[in-house]
């Protein structure tokens, strides 16, 4: 009879003690899921005072931070450190409630901590940032800016960072440096540029021109020399163009149209071709494959068909191009201006250039009169042209 019971009670005694355990391991997952979210979620209910509660504390010193002021927080940050002293965000979160508590010293200690532990956190590069800028370490602030702007290229305070950075020679320069890498954030910084004001975007222009070409190519560059245009800053737009889109330093852009879609809209200093419905447009290309543009215009007045916006200094320009498969009557049904805004009525036909095939050109006196000129192009009513070669050269 004992032999019997015996067994049965060891057998309760086993099932109890599995449900117990299974019991506990329910319990603490149901800590470390609640612990795991408060990290994204600090609302979230979560629980102190078990051995893996950093995610609980981590959260109840961020509400404590935000609610009752940073020294309230400390406390929680510490408990935090204690359940996972290698993280490097517990550490920072610790660090910036000492920093904001006025206990400088303490949070340089926890900052330092931070930095040896990754530098993915942002805080932690936040404030080595600004102790950099306060050295005048601008080299250790440009590789402090860049890790921070690889891993958060988007941050609402991006420009502000950039802003403190370059707002010296020295530091635009350690920042070039940095830029020469062609970090993520380097398209970002030229692409949002719509709300910068006039003294940032000189900023982000001295960048441009000191990191060099290679890192922005044209359509990246187009927003920043589009607001450049529209602020009246016709020089250091032209130049941003120049670096991004143009190599053989020319007066005119894509003087062969090999860059040009007449089917999207076009920005800067590009080519714009007419939008008039009675003029038909298009790319096409010769035996050789060399592109040009080809036009056919149905209008019953004389229409502007491309034109293209330049920054020009006081002098004597000549203005030169070709037109293949074209008769010299025919020539002259194409006029050419290069005025502060298009006008017909100072534009003027070709004349043929001798030795050079199917060639012809103008000469214009340009003035102090504006800073920028437009130079377009008019085609006569119920005329087809290629046109190619545009070029504009100071004349000597």
């Not at 899921?33 to 051995?51: E, V």
């Not at 020295?170 to 709300?195: D, H, N």
Request: proline letters at 5%; one cysteine or more; glycine letters at 6%.
């Amino acid at each position: 009879m004992t032999d019997t019971v015996a067994p049965s009670s060891f057998a309760v005694l086993r099932k109890a003690a599995s449900v117990t355990a299974l019991a506990g391991l329910v319990v603490a997952a149901l800590l470390s899921g609640s612990d795991r979210q408060s990290r994204d979620f600090p609302s979230s209910p979560s629980y102190l005072g078990w051995p893996y509660d950093t995610g609980a504390a981590r959260a109840k010193a961020t509400l404590a931070f935000v609610r009752s002021g940073p020294a309230s927080a400390i406390g929680f940050a510490g408990r935090s450190i204690l359940s996972d002293p290698i993280s490097a965000q517990a550490v920072s979160i610790l660090g910036r409630s000492r920093l904001y508590a006025q206990q400088l010293s303490e949070a340089r200690k926890a900052f330092q901590v931070s930095g040896q532990l990754g530098w993915r956190d942002t805080m932690t590069q936040i404030y080595w940032l600004d102790q950099a800028l306060q050295a005048g370490d601008y080299r250790i602030a440009a590789e402090r800016l860049d890790a921070l702007l690889r891993q958060a290229p988007d941050d609402e305070n991006r420009d502000r960072f950039i802003a403190a950075v370059a707002a010296t020679p020295e530091g635009r320069a350690a920042v070039a440096e940095r830029l020469k890498l062609a970090p993520g954030w380097a398209r970002t910084m030229v692409i949002q540029v719509s709300e910068l004001p006039p003294e940032q975007l000189l900023q982000r222009v001295d960048l441009m021109r000191r990191t060099g070409r290679g890192v922005w190519d044209c359509p990246v560059s187009e927003g920043i020399a589009q607001k450049l245009i529209t602020l009246g800053m016709l020089h250091e737009a032209q130049s941003v163009w120049q670096l991004s889109c143009e190599t053989s330093g020319a007066l005119v852009y894509d003087g062969g149209f090999e860059q040009l879609d007449t089917l999207n809209p076009t920005t800067a200093f590009d080519w714009q071709v007419s939008t008039q419905g009675d003029a038909d447009i298009a790319i096409t290309a010769d035996k050789a494959n060399n592109h040009r543009l080809s036009v056919e215009t149905t209008a019953s007045v004389t229409r502007p068909i491309v034109r293209q916006l330049v920054v020009l200094k006081p002098g004597l320009y000549r203005l030169a191009w070709r037109m293949p498969q074209i008769d010299r009557s025919q020539a002259r049904a194409i006029k050419v201006s290069l005025t502060c805004k298009p006008d017909l009525s100072r534009a003027t036909a070709g004349t043929a250039v001798a030795g050079k095939r199917d060639t012809w050109s103008v000469d214009f006196t340009v003035d102090n009169e504006c800073p920028a000129r437009h130079l377009v192009f008019w085609l006569e009513p119920h005329v087809s042209i290629n046109l190619d070669d545009v070029s504009l050269t100071a004349a000597k």
